[in-house]
């Protein structure tokens, strides 16, 4: 099982995956997406090398900086989505046996919050609703965090959108047909900084 090495290597929609989602499965070389399949050893270490590869080459922190945040705000949001549901099933159970304990448990543990079994429910309860309400006050930081950095730089959600930013660079380029599944994030990187020099050369000839 071999992972991509660079951003020579990643192509930039499973790049753009992975930086919304943090499934580093998408790192695995010829992985379709639909196979059950685990997330081998050093795959963190892999996507934060090239990770970092990508914003040396963007040669722009900002753009960096806010996908950091966009990732961190939809897994904060998620995090925040399951375990909500999960204390609301465990509140709504009378009883529990050891296998489905240990299954809440275990999926609690997952989005790091942690259950004491040994515990007073009510307490648990109370003391996990509490992280929960900070977790929703952080999440509210990092959404006035982004919405500020995209006002202060100009950004609009189409940053976000991988499709709609091929077709604009399709037009500005007059390439055709920019496939996001096998241009590389380094191509990709290389035709985004020539529309800018493209745009920027119109924009001086307008100005004439």
Partial sequence: ???????????????????????????????????????????????????NEWIDLLDNNVIGYYYQLVLESVYLQTRYNVVKQLLNMIWMRDEFDEEAEKIYVGALAEWKYKWNPKQNKTKEMERLLKQLK??????????????????????????????????????????????TETTSVRKWVEITKLSESINEQRRKANGK
């Fill in 1 to 51: 099982m071999h992972l991509y090495k660079d951003c020579s290597d990643l192509s930039i929609k499973k790049f753009d995956i992975i930086y919304k989602t943090n499934d580093f499965r998408y790192l695995i070389v010829g992985w379709d997406g639909y196979e059950e399949i685990e997330v081998p050893k050093g795959a963190n270490e892999r996507w934060q090398d090239i990770r």
């Fill in 134 to 179: 900070r977790s929703e006050n952080k999440i509210e930081l990092k959404l006035d965090e982004l919405e500020k950095l995209k006002k202060e730089n100009d950004i609009t959600d189409d940053v976000s959108s991988l499709e709609k930013q091929a077709v604009a660079l399709e037009q500005i380029t007059g390439k055709n047909n920019i496939d």
